[in-house]
């Protein structure tokens, strides 16, 4: 993994897996600490703080298929690269936030990467959830969310549909004013 | 012409043209349609499943292919990432591994479309060391 854009994508499957039905992604660059904060928060069922506490061990995993589970611990492992940190808030029945910090000119962090295309491949493939993207830097906030573009553009999110890369473009030059890289 | 920055500014441009937004009928089934499952857990995405997807996504909509692409989970073939699941109406799914953007153009030109079967499936029969 090499952009953080990817960790959010892997991270965020945990949201899905989870049944959430809503999904906050927030990207904050905070000028006055110089840290950029990045935050998956959920409303899925939620881990008991004995999962909670294992999720960073990558022999830890609740998928069957095989024995180890590297999304967490990886994304950890480049936060505390990057002089930063990861945190994992859950509460069963209610949802669970990851968060991980970078130091925002630490020459380990990872770029930002394709956000956009991220969060539109959430998007596109579980219209059923109500995916929200936040963005704030010292430059201002950038927000979009699902029902937003189904409110405002008057359209289905259809599973596995191209959205226009138009609206991708979108996202991309709000995402450039910020400053976000 | 200006930079887009709003949903506003799209709302104009989708008046204007039709754009690739497209809507199904309802009561189309899936089952009549190509379907692609990219898998994309940690394994996945470390190996370009996120470049795969969209390339799929995009090569089948521009080829004229009525297909749905998602995204899926682990399938266990964390070995041969990226892997991709294809089902065409009335067969039986495929799971091609390795699927770069060759690979994928490959898997879309000959055998979505011609039904010809291509080298990189991972057989049916495969076990993983792990079994539950």
Request: one cysteine or more; glycine letters at 10%.
């Amino acid at each position: 993994m090499k952009k953080i854009a990817l960790h959010i994508l892997d991270i965020a499957e945990n949201s899905i897996s989870a049944g959430a039905d809503r999904v906050l992604i927030s990207v904050m660059d905070e000028d006055s600490t110089r840290l950029q904060s990045i935050r998956i928060e959920d409303n899925g069922r939620g881990m008991s703080e004995e999962e909670a506490s294992r999720v960073s061990d990558p022999f830890y995993t609740s998928r069957t298929t095989r024995r180890v589970g590297m999304g967490i611990p990886l994304f950890r492992q480049h936060a505390e690269m990057a002089g930063g940190g990861l945190k994992i808030h859950s509460e069963e029945g209610v949802g669970t936030t990851v968060e991980a910090r970078f130091q925002l000119d630490h020459p380990d962090r990872q770029p930002v990467g394709d956000l956009e295309g991220s969060w539109l491949l959430l998007v596109s493939s579980n219209p059923g959830i109500e995916w929200e993207l936040r963005c704030e830097t010292g430059h201002g906030i950038f927000s979009i969310s699902t029902s937003q573009i189904r409110r405002e553009l008057d359209l289905d999110l259809i599973q596995g549909r191209v959205l226009t890369n138009e609206l991708k473009r979108m996202i991309r030059n709000n995402l450039d004013e910020l400053g976000l890289i | 012409m200006s930079k887009i920055k709003s949903l506003a500014d799209l709302k104009k441009i989708r008046d204007k043209q039709v754009t690739g937004l497209q809507t199904r009928e309802k009561g189309e089934v899936a089952e009549n349609l190509v379907q692609v499952k990219v898998a994309m857990a940690t394994c996945g995405i470390a190996s370009g499943a996120k470049e795969t997807m969209e390339f799929m996504t995009e090569a089948l909509e521009k080829r004229g292919v009525d297909a749905i692409v998602t995204q899926v989970g682990c399938m266990g073939y964390c070995y041969a990432e990226p892997t991709v699941e294809v089902t065409l109406p009335g067969n039986e799914p495929l799971v091609f591994g390795g699927v770069n953007r060759e690979k994928a153009d490959e898997i879309i030109e000959k055998y979505i479309k011609g039904g010809e079967l291509v080298d990189g499936i991972i057989p049916v029969n495969y076990e993983t060391v792990h079994r539950k």
